[in-house]
């Protein structure tokens, strides 16, 4: 099964093209669910788990791989439904987000499929907030749930959310700030908007690339300064319809909206993104989240522009 991911290697350069690559699985059922291949480290028959006392319902135990100690997620369990039986007759999904490395159980692991976040869609409005969903898509007329699993592990593992510092954050002419954020995960959001909102930070909040490309190219039909009306966007790099990448390119190559200062925040960790934030033309890269390293990134970027 881990062949699965042999040539993962190859499959970097889609990044930045507004392409990526969907591992499909299931759970319970014949739901497809699935999650960016890049995350992902490898496919693995569930080995015999360490149980973990007093841990999250969803936690099934540790994993010993090539001598790293995983903890596995019931994802079946982790998203509502009921858990998965007998784990080692399930696969696992290594993967890193966050900076983080933990396995996923699952029922079965169906293909890899090259799509374009084009036809990534946000979830339908009535499904509410309480869902697991960050986005659908359709694959052979099947519906597939992409999970967000940044909303997972913010309920299992936790958010750093403290401030060492909370002190309000003005622009050099002592005015309040306004920024765009751009993510399509839930709990993200209210993490970025939450740690802004603690420095005395206004925030515009968008779900994706595309939504917050309407909001700036709207502003700047009504002939507003947009990198005077908005001191910073903060883009998540994988959303629906737009990633993160195209967003910077289509800000860069508008003469209107050029000089905007732009952060990528993103789960994806390694040294690809920080080459790629430099490639698109960003500002900086951190990856997610820790409050502290959010708004000293901030400040950084902010005072090399000089709006601080």
Partial sequence: MASILDDVD?????????????????????????????????????????????????????????????????????????????????????????????????????RI?????????????????????????????????????????????????????????????????KFLVADDSYVARNQVQRTLEKVGIDSVITTTGKEALRVLKASADKGNDVPKEFSLLISDIEMPEMDGYTLTTEVRTDPRLKDLTIILHSSLSGNFNESMTKKVGADKFIPKFKADELIDAVKSVLIEKGKL
Avoid at 76 to 89: C, H, K, R, Y
Avoid at 138 to 165: P, Q, T
């Fill in 10 to 110: 190859k499959r970097t350069n889609l990044v930045g093209e507004n392409r990526l690559e969907v591992l499909l699985f299931r759970l319970n059922g014949p739901q497809l669910f699935g999650i960016n291949v890049f995350k992902v480290q490898e496919v693995l028959s569930c080995p015999k788990l360490t149980q973990l006392p007093h841990s999250h319902r969803s936690t099934r135990g540790l994993a010993t791989i090539r001598k790293k100690t995983i903890p596995v997620i019931d994802l079946a369990s982790a998203i509502g439904q009921p858990q998965l039986e007998e784990v080692t007759d399930n696969l696992i999904i290594i993967t890193e987000y966050n900076g983080t490395v933990q396995a996923f159980l699952v029922k079965g692991v169906e």
């Fill in 113 to 177: 499929v090259n799509m374009n976040w084009a036809d990534i869609k946000a979830p339908p409005k009535g499904v509410g907030k309480n869902n697991y969903m960050t986005a659908v898509t359709e694959v052979d007329d099947k519906l597939v749930e992409i999970i967000d699993v940044e909303k997972i592990l913010s309920e299992i593992i936790g958010a750093d959310m403290h401030l060492e510092d909370e002190a309000t954050i003005l622009d050099k002419d002592g005015n309040t700030m």
